[in-house]
């Protein structure tokens, strides 16, 4: 594990980083605020805590005690071997453990693509209390299996099975100095001003370094390979749930969106039109402003 931080806000930021064990693993943190309410926030693939550098202070100001971790595999934190190592169950494990550790006495999980499958699931097993759950741009499990069987969603879905190939997506993405990981924001995006050249260096320097690629890919082989994302009994969903989506979402379709309800009773759905499926980055204002009418 490479001990160097992958971000180094400024000081007046009042952000800091921090190491952090949880379930086995070293996290690399980013921490902000103080008190007995914790707003985790996870980011999604292939991203960082990073993604959050805009609604971090907010989320200050609302109260809260921010985290936001770099998952297992991603920037600094631990990149243990196989496949195995990236199944749901076990990243929900991590999930908990930083709840634990926190000492909160509520908690809102704030997440977002990758880490928003992650919510989902800690949701509906209800692996740990939550007063209240935010997701951005990943459906509820039960509408994305019903929406997998659809070609206009399969066709979007392209990627995950390319990347069951052992070693070539790794070569693929790392290549010209992980010049296609910041393709994957630029070219989603909408609004491309939202992706200044620096912003997309610290995505592809985390990338690349030792193992990174492989742990960052080895989330969809093992989400394929084993059932956990499967056994979700009823998914239900007990806590109060915002949805914030961009509908330009090239990679979900917003059709995924529909009857979510039926699985989440309390759901407050946000669609952002003209903004991508990096939402939070791309359009911080407008989500910021949803955050502070439902969290404030």
């Keep these: 594990m490479d001990d160097s931080f992958s971000w180094n806000p400024a000081p007046e930021s009042g952000i800091t980083m921090q190491w952090m064990e949880a379930n086995g693993q070293k996290l690399e943190v980013a921490t902000a605020g103080e008190g007995k309410k914790l707003a985790l926030c996870l980011h999604g693939f292939p991203e960082l805590h990073y993604s959050w550098r805009h ?6 100001e609302l109260g809260y005690k921010v985290w936001a971790p770099n998952l297992r595999g991603y920037g600094g934190s631990s990149k243990p071997e196989g496949v195995e190592a990236y199944r749901l169950n076990t990243l929900v494990q991590d999930v908990a453990a930083l709840i634990d550790a926190s000492g909160a006495e509520e908690v809102t999980l704030i997440a977002h693509d990758w880490g928003a499958i992650i919510a989902w699931h800690f949701a509906i097993l209800k692996t740990r209390p939550l007063t209240r759950l935010v997701i951005m741009n990943v459906p509820h499990p039960k509408c994305a299996q ?68 492989r742990s960052m890919i080895n989330y969809y082989r093992a989400l394929l390979r084993t059932p956990d994302a499967r056994c979700i009994g009823d998914g239900m969903v007990d806590v109060p749930t915002l949805m914030v989506w961009g509908e330009e979402d090239s990679a979900i379709d917003i059709r995924c969106t529909d009857g979510t309800e039926e699985w989440v009773p309390n759901l407050e759905l946000h669609r952002l039109p003209g903004v991508s499926h990096w939402v939070q980055q791309e359009a911080p204002e407008k989500v910021n402003a949803i955050l502070r009418d439902s969290l404030g």
């Design 55 to 60: 609604q971090i202070p907010l989320l200050v």
């Design 146 to 213: 019903r929406e997998l069987k659809h070609w206009y969603q399969l066709k979007k879905s392209w990627y995950i099975f390319f990347f069951q190939l052992p070693r070539i997506p790794e070569w693929f993405l790392g290549r010209h100095g992980a010049k296609r990981i910041k393709r994957a924001f630029s070219r989603m995006a909408v609004d491309k001003s939202r992706f200044p050249e620096k912003d997309l260096q610290i995505y592809a320097d985390a990338a690349s370094r030792p193992g990174a690629l």
